[in-house]
């Protein structure tokens, strides 16, 4: 049984992922769109049990990560990676962040803490444990997975995905509308491509750079 409740909010961000997993702020549901997206992960969910830890004057206490995160198998054969017990939180600590300004009781000292008994935690039980920050969330490339991750999970009709592979394939590195210009001359029928070509790369059919913004002159190339 989940041991955190999740209830509705004037002030914070509360929804369910496609797959039903619950969030209860805009951080939070923004770094399930990066796992969403994440071709190495195959499946991520509440975690079902509390860390107890102890805090400076030795009070017990008892906390619950944000995700629980499965890895898939690698394809080249290797070992299937530990689960990950994660935490999702803002950059408290960084002075130049809105965040930072907000009321927070928690100090570091007990972060430091909490974060101590969930590595503990998940080490029982052969997991890894991890604290994912705002800073590492929020980058140009969430920009481009909201973007993406729609034509990822509602692909639009195929409309010559092969072809352009293989044009990429013949060209070698090309810059987005250089290859969607030499595909289709006529700007109203080349409109009607970006839709597959933008599954393509959320796919990983096609690759380009997605830690800057995706734009018409990102370089486009086929993976080796």
Not at 3 to 17: C, D, I, M, N, Q
Not at 78 to 89: C, D, F, H, N
Request: net charge neutral.
């Amino acid at each position: 049984m989940i041991t955190r409740k999740f209830t509705a909010s004037p002030v914070k961000v509360t929804g369910l992922t496609p797959d039903h997993v619950p969030f209860e702020s805009s951080l939070e549901e923004d770094c399930f769109f990066l796992l969403r997206f994440r071709g190495d992960v195959e499946s991520f969910e509440r975690p079902t049990e509390a860390v107890p830890w102890l805090d400076e004057t030795g009070k017990r206490h008892k906390y619950t990560p944000d995700v629980l995160i499965t890895f898939r198998a690698p394809e080249d054969g290797g070992p299937v990676p530990p689960k990950l017990l994660a935490e999702i939180k803002p950059d408290f600590d960084d002075e130049d962040s809105p965040k930072a300004r907000l009321p927070n009781s928690e100090t570091d000292e007990q972060r430091r803490m909490k974060w101590a008994a969930a590595t503990n935690f998940a080490k029982l039980r052969g997991w890894d444990f991890d604290v994912y920050r705002d800073s590492k969330i929020r980058t140009p490339f969430l920009r481009n997975v909201k973007f993406l991750i729609r034509n990822l999970e509602r692909p639009d009709r195929d409309r010559g995905s092969d072809r352009m592979i293989d044009a990429l394939r013949a060209r070698g590195p090309t810059p987005m509308n250089a290859l969607m210009l030499d595909l289709e001359p006529d700007r109203y029928q080349r409109a009607l491509l970006y839709p597959t070509l933008y599954a393509c790369i959320a796919a990983g059919r096609i690759v380009t750079d997605l830690q800057v913004l995706l734009k018409n002159d990102a370089v486009l190339s086929v993976p080796a």
